[in-house]
């Protein structure tokens, strides 16, 4: 039943939007294809995105006051956790914001490599087509006439892979040094967090990239790109704001 419902809402639409946009893009090339499709996919995510990066600069902001709660209730964890979430009901900041962008659209990107996975690209699968979408006279796997889409490419992957890395250094908050005391368990995690989030997720998502194929990693670096153009437009906003 998820399975049926993970197909109809999500894999189809995309595949069928997939179709309609090689048979208007120039040369019916896939790859300009699935870079306008992620477009379409984070505008329409644009307001969500919006406020996680908002979120995240709130939090920031937060920071002197958060650091206040935990060292005046260090040895009262759940008062800590009701004064944090009171600090943030009172600011009207969501921390979990982040996290639901993030739910969205991991299966965006499963269904878009099931999409090249079990499409049969370049053939067009007429039993899922909407009736209303028009079939290409051609599908062009060969994007800019020097890169197969269908297939993997490190050179993609590699690019995934920096553009992530430098989407997460400006989203994550900078790290904090080492200080020359005793560090807690809680401080350790969090920085070896920053750290995993930091470096080796880029690292995991380059592999990821790889192994699917090369149109997963253009709508990944794409995406990445789109957020990190919209990150420096809402801090530039902001900051005029002030």
């Known amino acids: 039943m998820i399975i049926d419902f993970f197909r109809v809402t999500i894999f189809e639409p995309l ?3 997939l179709i309609f946009l090689i048979s208007v893009v120039p040369f019916a090339d896939v790859g300009i294809a699935v870079i306008t499709l992620t477009i379409l996919v984070k505008l329409l995510l644009f307001p969500l995105s919006i406020k996680m990066v908002k979120t995240q600069l709130a939090v920031r902001e937060l920071e002197p006051e958060l650091k206040k709660i935990k060292e005046k209730y260090k040895d009262d964890q759940p ?3 009701r004064k944090t979430m009171s600090l943030y ?9 982040g996290i639901l962008l993030l739910i ?3 299966p965006i990107i499963f269904s878009l490599y099931f999409v090249f996975f079990r499409g049969g690209f370049p053939d067009v699968r007429m039993d899922i087509l909407y009736s209303f979408v ?4 051609t599908v062009n796997m060969m994007f800019l006439g020097i890169l197969d889409v269908g297939g993997k ?3 993609l992957a590699v690019l995934t892979g920096a553009t992530q890395f430098y989407q ?3 989203s994550l908050p ?3 040094p080492r200080g020359s005391g005793p560090q807690t368990l809680k401080e350790d995690l969090a920085r070896s967090f920053n750290i995993q989030m930091r470096y080796i997720m880029p690292l995991v998502i380059a592999g990821v990239a790889y192994v699917f194929s090369a149109a997963v990693a253009l709508y990944w670096t794409t995406s990445n790109l789109f957020a990190i153009g919209q990150e420096i437009y809402v801090r530039k906003r902001i900051k005029n704001k002030k």
Not at 134 to 137: S, Y
């Open 89 to 97: 009901k009172e600011r009207g900041v969501n921390p979990f914001t």
């Open 168 to 170: 997460m250094r400006l």
């Open 174 to 176: 900078p790290m904090k």
């Open 134 to 137: 028009k079939v290409p006279e």
């Open 15 to 17: 595949y069928n939007g």
């Open 153 to 155: 490419s490190m050179f």
């Open 104 to 106: 969205i659209q991991l």
């Open 79 to 81: 008062e800590q956790a």
